[in-house]
């Protein structure tokens, strides 16, 4: 079955009122929504909106007033250190976990299960069940210590400097599972044929995976890329319910603050500069993705 | 890649059969290595849900003496009893139940209307040619990928001039919009499946374009809307975002209602009635997630492979 099936010419111009008609609620959602929304959020941008929004413009001044804010520069700097960190481990993560359970192991779909349901649970489920894990005073630190290791040390959580890594554990735990169902799908599709060939010229099975599958798991990596990247920029749920941006600022996330700004802080305008700021930051990250796609798909012959 | 798209659109088949010759057992220090590293690493993802089960069968007492991963002593079901009925949600403190009929009165409408929707997009962008209708695809599909925060001042002011702010028809309406990106996908991805053949007989059969869908594609699509609904119920269930702003305190899910009975308390925490509070909250999902199984992992990989 072909999935580049040419359409022959659907159908007459008449008849496809219907299906027009049909699209309206996508045009309104796209064009209301998705375009108007947007457009409109970045006219405020550029306004001096606080609780309600104005109709003046005062250029960048919102966008100046933003970088000057601490909480701001914090978020990005923490969104950063957040991003690298989450993508790379869970990346390593996913793929270890993918070949070991494509090696033909007894229980792998136990294992695929275990591996897979934290995605299943909320974000916010897994933000509180991290932060009770890790309280210093009943949870892993104390426990380890009645173990018999008076010193032992784990409280980053309310630790200023360290408590990032936290979030990065917790949404590691969560998002790994994707990233092997991904790769593993992606792994099923390259033929065995190719291993038995490597096989026989004597080429050993780790050198294999580096030489063969990886560079024929680009896509995958790059779809898995993609998710993770727009879910790093996304990050709200996880860190509300485990630190709410503590201790202090600390922990604090570009989605928070704009919807801190936004309902509890009456800067409507803010926000809005914030928002916009946050939305370039995705274009920037897609871009490259989009182009290398509509390359190779036209390079395949697709449209 | 179009490997890919080929599994999802023959929605039975099973994994590709792997033919390899038969080896015979062998216990190798570099096998045992693999099971010991596959067994830690599903230690790892199994921590905290049994440090949640336990946790919430715990007495308070127990639970002081700083011993997260030993077994309960004194096994008791009175955590979950208060989360359910009596753990307080901000100011009225009839527990989390409140919440989970919220979520199922906000998540069944949403799931049937977003995929009512993404089938019908998917449908009439696949069999029909309407001039305007690729551009507006694209766009969806780059909408995908916007943060919902650069939307959500507009919509709410403009749910607040019609007077559906705070309300479940409101929430409602969000969750549609903001599924229509991946359902629509979805769909597309599998009516790209179906032979043109079978469309052109129906034409010819005298079939309109509502007849078609309604008494030839939708009854097709039986193992695409499984996974549609498997997806849309997990993901609306765990939103958390959208129910906070949109949804109105008479109507708040179970993920926020959650969120205030463990983070917003005063007083002592009691943390074995908060752990049976996020367990409760999980259940759903989980069970559909352990139900579903490969259908899961279908709409994972469905979602994730975008055009």
Same mark, same amino acid.
């Given at each position: 079955?072909?999935?580049?099936?040419?359409?022959?010419?659907?159908?007459?111009?008449?008849?496809?009122?219907?299906?027009?008609?049909?699209?309206?609620?996508?045009?309104?959602?796209?064009?209301?929504?998705?375009?108007?929304?947007?457009?409109?959020?970045?006219?405020?941008?550029?306004?001096?909106?606080?609780?309600?929004?104005?109709?003046?413009?005062?250029?960048?001044?919102?966008?100046?007033?933003?970088?000057?804010?601490?909480?701001?520069?914090?978020?990005?700097?923490?969104?950063?250190?957040?991003?690298?960190?989450?993508?790379?481990?869970?990346?390593?993560?996913?793929?270890?976990?993918?070949?070991?359970?494509?090696?033909?192991?007894?229980?792998?779909?136990?294992?695929?299960?275990?591996?897979?349901?934290?995605?299943?649970?909320?974000?916010?489920?897994?933000?509180?069940?991290?932060?009770?894990?890790?309280?210093?005073?009943?949870?892993?630190?104390?426990?380890?210590?009645?173990?018999?290791?008076?010193?032992?040390?784990?409280?980053?959580?309310?630790?200023?400097?360290?408590?990032?890594?936290?979030?990065?554990?917790?949404?590691?735990?969560?998002?790994?599972?994707?990233?092997?169902?991904?790769?593993?799908?992606?792994?099923?599709?390259?033929?065995?044929?190719?291993?038995?060939?490597?096989?026989?010229?004597?080429?050993?099975?780790?050198?294999?995976?580096?030489?063969?599958?990886?560079?024929?798991?680009?896509?995958?990596?790059?779809?898995?890329?993609?998710?993770?990247?727009?879910?790093?920029?996304?990050?709200?749920?996880?860190?509300?319910?485990?630190?709410?941006?503590?201790?202090?600022?600390?922990?604090?996330?570009?989605?928070?603050?704009?919807?801190?700004?936004?309902?509890?802080?009456?800067?409507?305008?803010?926000?809005?500069?914030?928002?916009?700021?946050?939305?370039?930051?995705?274009?920037?990250?897609?871009?490259?993705?989009?182009?290398?796609?509509?390359?190779?798909?036209?390079?395949?012959?697709?449209? | 890649?179009?490997?890919?798209?080929?599994?999802?659109?023959?929605?039975?088949?099973?994994?590709?059969?792997?033919?390899?010759?038969?080896?015979?057992?062998?216990?190798?220090?570099?096998?045992?290595?693999?099971?010991?590293?596959?067994?830690?690493?599903?230690?790892?993802?199994?921590?905290?849900?049994?440090?949640?089960?336990?946790?919430?069968?715990?007495?308070?007492?127990?639970?002081?003496?700083?011993?997260?991963?030993?077994?309960?002593?004194?096994?008791?079901?009175?955590?979950?009893?208060?989360?359910?009925?009596?753990?307080?949600?901000?100011?009225?403190?009839?527990?989390?139940?409140?919440?989970?009929?919220?979520?199922?009165?906000?998540?069944?409408?949403?799931?049937?209307?977003?995929?009512?929707?993404?089938?019908?997009?998917?449908?009439?962008?696949?069999?029909?040619?309407?001039?305007?209708?690729?551009?507006?695809?694209?766009?969806?599909?780059?909408?995908?990928?916007?943060?919902?925060?650069?939307? +959500?001042?507009?919509? %709410?002011?403009?749910?607040? =001039?019609?007077?559906?702010?705070?309300? $479940?028809? #409101?929430? @409602? &309406?969000?969750?549609?919009?903001?599924?229509?990106?991946?359902?629509?996908?979805?769909?597309?991805?599998?009516?790209?499946?179906?032979?043109?053949?079978?469309?052109?007989?129906?034409?010819?059969?005298?079939?309109?374009?509502?007849?078609?869908?309604?008494?030839?594609?939708?009854?097709?699509?039986?193992?695409? +809307?499984?996974?549609? %609904?498997?997806?849309?119920? =997990?993901?609306?269930?765990?939103?958390? $975002?959208? #129910?906070? @702003? &949109?949804?109105?305190?008479?109507?708040?899910?179970?993920?926020?209602?959650?969120?205030?009975?463990?983070?917003?308390?005063?007083?002592?925490?009691?943390?074995?009635?908060?752990?049976?509070?996020?367990?409760?909250?999980?259940?759903?999902?989980?069970?559909?997630?352990?139900?579903?199984?490969?259908?899961?992992?279908?709409?994972?990989?469905?979602?994730?492979?975008?055009?």
């Amino acid at each position: 079955m072909s999935t580049t099936l040419p359409r022959p010419q659907p159908v007459r111009r008449k008849r496809a009122a219907a299906a027009q008609l049909a699209l309206l609620p996508m045009a309104l959602t796209v064009l209301g929504v998705y375009i108007g929304a947007v457009l409109w959020s970045v006219r405020i941008s550029f306004s001096s909106s606080k609780i309600f929004p104005k109709n003046d413009f005062v250029g960048f001044s919102q966008y100046e007033r933003l970088f000057a804010t601490e909480r701001w520069t914090v978020s990005l700097h923490n969104i950063a250190i957040f991003g690298v960190l989450f993508i790379l481990a869970c990346m390593v993560l996913g793929f270890f976990l993918a070949v070991f359970l494509d090696q033909r192991v007894r229980g792998e779909n136990v294992l695929r299960t275990i591996f897979l349901y934290p995605y299943a649970m909320s974000f916010v489920a897994t933000g509180l069940v991290w932060q009770w894990m890790l309280n210093p005073g009943l949870g892993i630190q104390a426990a380890v210590r009645n173990l018999g290791f008076p010193d032992f040390q784990f409280d980053w959580i309310v630790n200023q400097d360290k408590v990032i890594y936290t979030l990065v554990i917790a949404a590691v735990w969560q998002a790994s599972g994707l990233v092997m169902a991904v790769l593993l799908a992606g792994l099923r599709g390259i033929d065995e044929s190719l291993w038995n060939a490597a096989r026989i010229d004597g080429v050993p099975r780790w050198r294999y995976y580096l030489s063969v599958v990886l560079p024929q798991l680009g896509p995958a990596f790059g779809t898995s890329f993609v998710l993770l990247a727009v879910g790093v920029v996304k990050v709200f749920d996880v860190v509300v319910a485990m630190t709410l941006g503590g201790p202090g600022n600390a922990s604090e996330v570009p989605a928070k603050f704009i919807m801190d700004n936004l309902f509890n802080r009456a800067n409507v305008g803010l926000a809005s500069a914030a928002s916009t700021v946050l939305l370039l930051t995705v274009l920037a990250l897609l871009m490259p993705w989009w182009y290398a796609r509509s390359v190779q798909s036209r390079k395949l012959g697709h449209s | 890649m179009s490997a890919v798209v080929e599994r999802i659109s023959q929605p039975v088949a099973a994994p590709v059969p792997r033919k390899a010759a038969r080896r015979k057992s062998h216990f190798t220090p570099a096998r045992l290595g693999l099971y010991a590293l596959l067994v830690s690493s599903a230690v790892f993802f199994l921590l905290p849900l049994y440090v949640m089960l336990v946790t919430s069968l715990k007495p308070m007492e127990e639970i002081r003496l700083g011993q997260l991963f030993a077994l309960p002593m004194n096994f008791t079901f009175e955590p979950w009893v208060q989360a359910w009925s009596t753990a307080c949600t901000g100011l009225e403190c009839r527990g989390i139940q409140v919440g989970f009929w919220n979520s199922v009165w906000i998540v069944v409408p949403s799931t049937i209307a977003s995929i009512f929707f993404g089938a019908l997009n998917g449908y009439a962008l696949s069999f029909w040619r309407v001039r305007w209708a690729g551009w507006l695809f694209g766009v969806l599909m780059f909408g995908a990928f916007v943060p919902y925060q650069v939307m +959500i001042y507009p919509l %709410v002011r403009t749910l607040a =001039t019609v007077n559906l702010f705070g309300t $479940l028809g #409101g929430i @409602v &309406f969000i969750h549609t919009i903001f599924g229509m990106p991946v359902m629509t996908l979805l769909f597309r991805n599998y009516y790209a499946g179906v032979p043109i053949e079978l469309f052109k007989a129906a034409r010819i059969d005298g079939g309109g374009f509502w007849r078609i869908f309604f008494q030839l594609m939708l009854p097709m699509s039986l193992p695409i +809307i499984a996974v549609a %609904v498997i997806m849309q119920m =997990t993901n609306i269930w765990n939103d958390f $975002l959208l #129910g906070l @702003v &949109f949804a109105g305190r008479d109507n708040l899910p179970m993920t926020v209602q959650l969120n205030n009975v463990i983070n917003t308390t005063t007083g002592e925490r009691l943390y074995n009635v908060n752990m049976a509070a996020t367990m409760l909250t999980s259940m759903l999902p989980l069970a559909v997630y352990l139900i579903s199984g490969r259908w899961f992992l279908r709409g994972i990989t469905a979602g994730a492979v975008k055009g």
